[in-house]
């Protein structure tokens, strides 16, 4: 079945350091990719999303790149600020109604 | 402004009582979903709905249950029966067209003592 393999955590950065956080996936096809953002004490946030190879999700600075050939979508951000702190979860739906998330991964930028 | 709301935010239970979860939303989407989260998981899919008066176990259904009576309603009964309520739960809703984008709500901390 499908399938999402995360960076596993947690991640500790300083500000305006470069930020990755993997993301792999197991699936038939080309589902469509998400990455969401849970800050503390929320529910999930869409972040970005891709839904074709080659496609490039972009949002408040974060990047992610549909990786057909690697079955990859990286998370990336150039310069990460404290108020990036959150838990990041890797997502794929495979053309049915169902969201297959990763384990999610937890990020602190310290000052 | 659209968008799903929760309520109430945090919730206290005795042990072998019934609770209910509330979850509306005004995005006119036909599909909800509802999310359990443990402290350091990721989300697991307790139930979700496609259309008003049907819905569909997901992969935690023991010990809860649902309806969806009207569209923009779906709320969750954590029964006496699930061994081990306490946790964070998330209502979700997505059109059935397209991607499937899902959009959450601010959830609802249960705990069972």
Request: proline share 4%; net charge neutral; glycine share 8%.
């Amino acid at each position: 079945g499908d399938s999402v393999t995360q960076m596993e955590g947690p991640v500790t950065l300083s500000e305006e350091a470069f930020l990755t956080i993997n993301c792999t996936y197991t699936a038939t096809g080309y589902p469509s990719l998400f990455w969401y953002v849970q800050y503390p004490g929320e529910g999930l946030q869409l972040l970005l999303k891709a839904t074709k190879a080659d496609d490039k999700g972009s949002n408040k600075g974060f990047e992610a790149t549909y990786r057909k050939e690697t079955t990859s979508f990286h998370l990336e951000k150039g310069s990460v600020q404290v108020s990036d702190s959150a838990v990041y979860f890797c997502a794929l739906n495979h053309k049915n109604e169902k969201l297959t998330f990763g384990t999610g991964t937890r990020l602190t930028i310290i000052p | 402004d659209g968008g799903i709301t929760q309520s109430p935010k945090y919730l206290f239970r005795k042990e072998g009582q019934n609770v209910t979860l509330s979850c509306e939303q005004n995005l006119n989407h036909d599909a909800m979903y509802w999310y359990r989260q443990d402290p350091g998981q990721g989300l697991r899919l307790i139930y979700y709905s496609q259309i008003v008066n049907d819905f569909q176990k997901g992969d935690i259904a023991e010990g809860y249950s649902v309806s969806r009576e009207k569209k923009e309603s779906f709320p969750l009964t954590v029964t006496s029966a699930q061994k081990n309520p306490t946790a964070f739960y998330l209502c979700a809703s997505s059109s059935i067209a397209g991607v499937y984008e899902q959009y959450f709500g601010p959830g609802t901390r249960l705990t069972v003592t």
